[in-house]
């Protein structure tokens, strides 16, 4: 298997400007999360799908945030605005019912 | 909500000799605490996990002992290698049902060759 995928690695972009960040899982497993990593925050659960369902949405920062799972294999995180305390590491893990979470290698984002 | 305190935030230890990395959790619910590596540039890893039925568990090298009672647990990593040197993260998770992991900040350890 080739594990969680996320795209792209690394991303720069200016103030203002719109982000996406995409996520595909690893096949068969049915939860998906997005997380957040800084320096300061360490790793933070922004959402949590199950079943391509949200669940709990209540890390989500703010409305500039959105994520969207239209199907088992894919999702997406968008930022818009994105605005320079956004600069993270985004992770997406997934995981087959209440086993372990499989982290994917992450997009390092950086908005100037 | 549950608060996940880890120390030492940085480690350095001589290659072979052990390292320990301690964690404490606030939640009594809390039943389930896995252990996670991460290298630079990469993603974290799972090593080793523990639920809260087990008060030490073993694997290889790597070992994980619990505390409910003074809710900690503690990772524990014997013959040291260079290539044991990464950033380790503990959790805490609420009930086999739940979903919400609640890490802690971290232990930068360096083993020095």
């Known amino acids: 298997d080739a594990g969680v995928i996320q795209s792209p690695r690394h991303e720069v972009t200016e103030m203002g400007q719109e982000v996406t960040l995409r996520c595909k899982p690893i096949s068969g497993h049915n939860s998906l999360f997005w997380y957040r990593q800084t320096m300061m925050r360490g790793l933070e659960l922004l959402i949590y799908f199950n079943n391509n369902v949200p669940i709990d949405d209540s890390g989500m920062p703010e409305d500039r945030f959105s994520a969207k799972m239209p199907n088992a294999s894919f999702s997406t995180l968008k930022i818009q605005p994105s605005e320079p305390r956004d600069s993270a590491v985004y992770f997406c893990a997934s995981r087959l019912a209440y086993n372990e979470q499989f982290f994917g290698p992450g997009t390092r984002l950086t908005v100037l | 909500g549950e608060n996940v305190e880890q120390h030492p935030s940085t480690l350095s230890v001589q290659e072979g000799d052990s390292a320990v990395i301690k964690c404490t959790y606030s939640d009594s619910a809390s039943n389930y605490f896995p252990w996670y590596k991460q290298e630079l540039g990469k993603g974290p890893q799972l090593i080793i996990d523990?639920?809260?039925?087990?008060g030490e568990k073993k694997d290889q090298r790597i070992a994980v002992t619990l505390n409910k009672t003074a809710k900690h647990f503690s990772l524990h990593i014997t013959e040291t290698q260079p290539e044991d040197s990464a950033v380790y993260f503990c959790a805490a998770q609420r009930g086999a049902g739940s979903y919400q992991l609640t890490f802690g900040k971290g232990t930068k350890l360096s083993v020095i060759p």
């Open positions: 523990i639920r809260s039925n087990v």
